[in-house]
């Protein structure tokens, strides 16, 4: 089956620069996507790693490693509104559903 | 444009009712997923529809099912409600669906079964 574990909760304070890690058990899928979800709202998309290496949106980076089945989202200059939980995730080839990681609530500390 | 939208935002029904949650996609959008999300088990494929037609389903009895209308919107049914039903169900849109594409998420219905 298809699995993809995150660490439950990490912190970190305000400025500095958070790694989140997703291990992944699949064959054959499109690509890794990030989401992020503040409490009691919906699930935004962060980034989409379609090949292996990192991509960069503003102060996100997403980097995936097909080899390693692993990938990260590295979240710099971190602010208070960044506490939320974020989500990896991925398609299997040839399905159009998403499996979603266990989840990663990050906390952002003054 | 107007984002996905799902209602009712909550509910509350008692064991052994049905309930039928309705999402309308982003207009252009063919493509509906459905998750369930619980605390303890993060968010789960229910199933997925595009024109009118499920391509995959999770792995949920048959208590759950959905269907989509051919202008996109799609409704799920919960029939015979149990307490393990209580959950936060999301629905995403899409173009096209699929892994390599961007899905957009409603706010969700919370469902409460007591």
Redesign the interface.
């Known amino acids: 089956g298809q699995s993809l574990e995150q660490p439950s909760e990490v912190t970190a304070v305000e400025g500095a620069i958070v790694q989140i890690n997703c291990t992944y058990q699949t064959s054959g899928f499109y690509g890794l996507s990030w989401y992020q979800q503040h409490d009691g709202g919906a699930p935004t998309f962060l980034s989409y790693n379609a090949l292996d290496g990192l991509e960069e949106t503003g102060r996100f980076s997403s980097f995936l490693s097909r080899s390693d089945s692993y990938g990260y989202l590295l979240l710099q200059e971190l602010q208070m509104k960044d506490s939320a939980s974020y989500f990896c995730a991925l398609s299997t080839s040839g399905t159009y559903k998403y499996i979603f990681g266990t989840g990663t609530r990050l906390k952002v500390l003054a | 444009k107007a984002g996905?939208t799902q209602t009712p935002r909550y509910l509350i029904k008692t064991r052994g009712q049905q309930v039928t949650l309705s999402c309308s996609p982003i207009s252009g959008h063919r493509?509906v997923?459905w998750?369930q999300q619980t605390p303890g088990q993060?968010?789960?494929?229910l199933f997925?529809y595009?024109s009118e037609t499920q391509?995959?389903k999770?792995n949920f009895p048959g208590r759950f099912s959905g269907r989509q209308f051919s202008n996109s919107r799609s409704e799920m049914n919960v029939s015979t409600l149990e307490l393990g039903d209580s959950a936060l169900y999301?629905c995403?849109s899409s173009p096209l669906?699929?892994?390599?594409t961007?899905?957009?998420?409603?706010?969700?219905t919370r469902l409460t079964v007591v």
Do not use: I, K, P, T
């Open positions: 996905v493509s997923s998750y993060g968010l789960q494929f997925e595009f391509r995959n999770g999301l995403a669906g699929g892994g390599n961007e899905a957009f998420f409603g706010q969700g």
